[in-house]
Structure formats: C-alpha cells, structure tokens
C-alpha cells in the first residue's frame, strides 16, 4: 500500500530535477509593474541582458502597469509555475499594497522568492528653479504661509507615497499629494516645475540630478551613497531620523519547482557578481546585498520582517487605495 506514494514521490522529484535542467525552455519574462523609464524598469533592464547570457535563453522586460504594481505583481501569481515570467518589485509591491489594497493574492503565500537584487534610500528632489537650496530651506519653503507645495508620489501607496506622507508629519507641513501612475511620469511632472517635491529612488534621482534636471537634497538613510558622496543624508541636512530604504527582489509563481527557483536564482547571483553589472548599479546608487543575502531564504526571511515592521504603520496612517 505504500509503494503508490513512493512511487510518486519518485517520479516528482525526477520531473523536478528535469524541469530544472531543460529550465528554460524558451524566452523569459521579466514582468515589471511600472511603466518604462521608472527605478524598477531600469533595474529590471540591467539585470535581464546578463541574466540572458547566463540562462542561454533571452530574458525579455514587459511593463504591466496599474493599481501601484498590483496587476503586474498577480499576473505572475496567476502564471503557470514553470519559471518563465517572473516578478520584480519592491518594497512597496510586494510589502505595502498588502495593507492597502484588497489584494486577490497573498504575498507571502502565493509568491516563490527567489533572490535580493539590491537596496537602496531615497533622495529627496525638486526641479532647479524651485528656491530652496538646501533641505532645512526645503522644509521652511514648504511650511511657509501663503505658500502652495505639492509632491509627486509614484501611486498610491508607494514607496514615494509613504515618504510623503511621513515627510508632511516630520515637518508639520500641509503640502498636497498628487499620484502617479509610476515614477517616470511623477519625474517628468518635476523636471517640468508642475510638482515641488518627489521622494525618488536614487537608480534615476542620481542620473537626473547628475545632469542638472533636478535638485538632490538629502538621501534617505544613515550613510552617503558611494555613487553621490556629495549628497548630504537626512541627519546632516536638518531631518534625522527620516529612513526609508527601496530594496528590490525576484519572485515566481507559487509551487514552482524548486530546481527551476535554484536555476533561476544561480542566474541572479551570476549576474550580481558580474563587474559590469556592479558598475551599473552602483553608479545608480544600488547597494548590492552579500552572497549570503542573495539566496531565497534570505529574501523570504526579509520580505516577511518588512510586512510586520511596515503593515501597522501603514494601517495606523489610514492610507489607502484611491
């Protein structure tokens, strides 16, 4: 009686194993859920043409956007688990929309981690032409009386949306949130002076900043970035104590093999190492995590401890979908 599951265990395994080595079989798809030009898709872009090479197969990028990357994020979900369309997110993606959208998936159940790609903070930015020139003349401006400030976000319950919100309490401000269907369409809306403001993801702040479309002020964490030295961080410039980090990671679709997710995260890992890849990022302001960060338990482990750190605060702020 007990040869029957043996035997299926047996032949799973060997399926597994299998899959694993004909992995892939054709193109795959690097499913962003923002438009093109934004952080996300500029990171997906570096990481797919080495990617590429090291899998044999080509990695395409495919931009379905909608609902602060929800819909991108459950066409993966939704996929067949065989390894070819795979999610790439962040924190907001895949940690705050949980407690703001009503969420047909759950995150941590219906999704295989498969790698940390890298992390970075953000860097407070305005258009050129705004007066302020440095952060503690930003947060004056800006509760001024008389004085109408607007910041961009990159949707509703985004990274940059969260920093938004938390900059207006920091500072007492009552500075109006306009959404986005993205960051590149928030970045366009700054460089052209319709927005004050947009917390942006140093990948495209330092290019943009670099090239005198935008003013950088502060980044968002406890250290300089390596890429900007000359950007002061929040303590320095008269807001300590204001962190905010945007990681980016890999998933699959549950119950994919897990011969295939060790593929796939073999592909990542290579890529990581890769020197010209490390520039790329680097020269963006990404921070790419140890080895020993890069596996998917490593990823599972943080993704879990940013939902219990970043859920109640979300909850407790009322932000919600609009």
């Known amino acids: 009686m007990k040869a029957l599951p043996l035997f299926i265990l047996a032949t799973t395994l060997a399926w ?6 004909s992995y892939p079989a054709k193109p795959v798809v690097i499913v962003v859920p923002f438009p093109a030009g934004g952080p996300t898709d500029t990171i997906a872009r570096i990481m797919a043409e ?41 924190i907001g993606t895949h940690v705050l929309n949980g407690a703001i959208y009503p969420l047909q998936y759950d995150l941590l159940k219906d999704l295989e981690p498969v790698a940390m790609i890298a992390t970075n903070p953000q860097v407070i930015v305005t ?3 705004l007066p302020p020139r440095d952060l503690r003349e930003l947060i004056a401006w800006t509760t001024a009386g008389g004085v109408k400030v607007s910041i961009g976000t990159g949707g509703a319950g985004t990274p940059s949306h969260i920093s938004a919100m938390y900059f207006r309490e ?17 970045n366009t809306d700054l460089i052209a002076g319709h927005i004050n403001i947009f917390f942006d993801q140093a ?21 300089r970035l390596e890429a900007a030295p000359d950007i002061p961080t929040v303590d320095e410039a008269g807001l300590s ?6 990681w980016h990671g890999l998933w699959l679709a549950r119950a994919t093999p897990r011969s295939i997710i060790a593929r796939l995260n073999a592909s ?31 990823l599972a482990a943080h993704h879990r401890a940013e939902i219990e750190k970043w859920w109640p605060l979300v909850r407790a702020a009322d932000i919600k979908a609009e």
Do not use: W
């Open 16 to 21: 597994s194993a299998a899959s694993g080595q």
């Open 50 to 90: 080495r990617m590429g090479r090291s899998l044999g197969q080509s990695v395409i990028v495919e931009n379905t956007t909608g609902a602060g990357g929800s819909i991108g994020v459950g066409r993966v979900v939704r996929s067949s688990p065989d390894g070819h369309l795979v999610s790439i997110g962040h």
């Open 127 to 129: 258009p050129t032409a």
């Open 170 to 186: 920091f500072t007492g401000n009552q500075a109006q949130v306009i959404h986005y269907r993205g960051g590149a369409p928030a």
């Open 203 to 223: 990948v495209t702040a330092l290019p943009n900043a670099k090239g005198g479309r935008v003013r950088a002020y502060a980044v968002t964490a406890k250290s």
């Open 241 to 246: 104590g204001y962190y905010m980090a945007v």
């Open 268 to 298: 990542t890992v290579e890529t990581l190492a890769d020197a010209g890849v490390r520039k790329r990022l680097g020269d963006l302001g990404q921070e790419i995590p140890p080895v020993e960060q890069q596996t998917p338990e490593a």
